[in-house]
């Protein structure tokens, strides 16, 4: 690798972590303050409205009127996103599943924006299921994985294998990463 | 006339004709053109035409075609179903059944799911993302025709069914019975 192309690698590297942060303190400040933001009611009357990501925005339009505008919605119907998502990010097998699902895998955004909507629903909705030094997704990633989508495979049967194999100590965050007490 | 003496003509003619050409003009006046094309180049795309064809606007594609319902939509009264966060509603408006744009009214609750639509915002011409979330657990809200609102902006057909807003989006409540929709504002939209 060149010392350009190493720091043209850095920059985009650089990029991703902070639109990942700029995702999480966003819906971090939208989940800490119902007064501003009821998922419910969406925006209050009069608060400022919030410009979403292009990662969040994809996830609201194609995502976020099932699983929830903050991961979590109709438990039992619905998987349930919030402080859940994380504890596929233990196994490969976990996070090759999440982008072969049939929605995630056939969704009409390119691999770049699918990946950005992958990184916001892992890193804002993971909480403490969310392991230690997780890699963002990348868009090569995701482009190679959702070229072998799972089509005819029971996915219930998948996630319950995948999460036998998983340790259940995996998404347990060190004490000084937990979130500070409210 | 046989193939080669046509070739040697057009050799002569070619020959002929880019020796006129390097005779009048000077290396440096190709240069000159060749450098006002250069910074002409960039500077093209900035008239307002192809300003606009590039600008992004969800959903919208590339080129900003205002669907029938942004061409007529207001930002004035919310019990209308002209105004702009209805459109993709398809159904009735909360406003016009006891409750607020964001609200259900009472005795009616708040689905845990809904249907995400992006909607233009004609005072400042931005797109937002609005969620139609239906209350539910008390009969069809029998509003005037005012409040019967049938608009359905980026919705897809019912085969891709999470893209269809003739749902009814109860799921979560303890019953499906389907009373009015709100229109909540979730943000402003981003698009690449």
């Known amino acids: ?182 | 006339m046989n193939s080669n003496r046509t070739a040697d003509t057009a050799a002569t003619l070619a020959e002929r004709l880019s020796r006129r050409l390097a005779r009048r003009t000077s290396r440096r006046s190709l240069l000159t053109r060749l450098g006002a094309a250069l910074v002409a180049a960039p500077v093209l795309p900035l008239l307002p035409v192809t300003r606009a064809e590039a600008e992004d606007h969800p959903a919208g594609g590339k080129s900003r075609q205002l669907t029938d319902f942004e061409k007529n939509s207001q930002s004035k009264d919310p019990t209308k179903c002209n105004y702009w966060r209805h459109c993709a509603i398809d159904g009735v408006i909360c406003g016009a059944c006891g409750g607020g744009i964001h609200t259900c009214p009472p005795g009616a609750q708040p689905a845990l799911t809904s249907w995400i639509g992006t909607c233009l915002n004609p005072d400042d011409d931005r797109y937002y993302l609005v969620a139609y979330r239906d209350c539910c657990g008390k009969d069809l809200c029998g509003a005037a025709q005012d409040g019967l609102c049938f608009s359905n902006d980026r919705e897809l057909p019912v085969y891709r069914p999470q893209s269809n807003n003739d749902t009814i989006w109860c799921f979560g409540s303890s019953t499906m019975v389907y009373h009015c929709t709100t229109s909540a504002l979730i943000g402003v939209a981003t698009e690449k």
């Not at chain 1, 350009?4 to 971090?28: H, I, P, S, Y």
């Not at chain 1, 390119?110 to 892992?122: G, H, K, R, T, W």
């Not at chain 1, 194999?165 to 937990?178: I, L, S, Y």
């Open chain 1, 1 to 182: 690798m060149t010392p350009r192309a190493k720091a043209v690698a850095a920059a985009r590297r650089a990029a991703l972590v902070l639109t990942v942060v700029a995702g999480v303190m966003a819906a971090r400040a939208r989940a800490d303050d119902p007064a501003a933001f009821n998922p419910l009611q969406g925006s209050a009357q009069g608060t400022p409205v919030p410009t979403l990501t292009a990662g969040e925005t994809h996830y609201m339009q194609s995502c976020g009127g099932c699983h929830g505008i903050l991961g979590s919605s109709a438990r039992g119907n619905v998987p349930e996103l919030r402080g859940n998502v994380g504890r596929l990010m233990c196994t490969q097998a976990g996070r090759e599943y999440i982008v072969r699902l049939p929605n995630v895998a056939f969704a009409g955004v390119d691999d770049s924006v699918l990946a950005e909507v992958l990184n916001y629903v892992i890193f804002s909705f993971g909480d403490a299921s969310l392991p230690q030094d997780v890699k963002p997704y990348t868009a090569e990633e995701v482009g190679k994985l959702r070229r072998e989508p799972n089509k005819n495979t029971n996915l219930w049967n998948l996630r319950q294998a995948i999460m036998a194999q998983t340790d259940p100590d995996c998404g347990r965050p060190k004490p000084e990463a937990a979130r500070p007490a409210q």
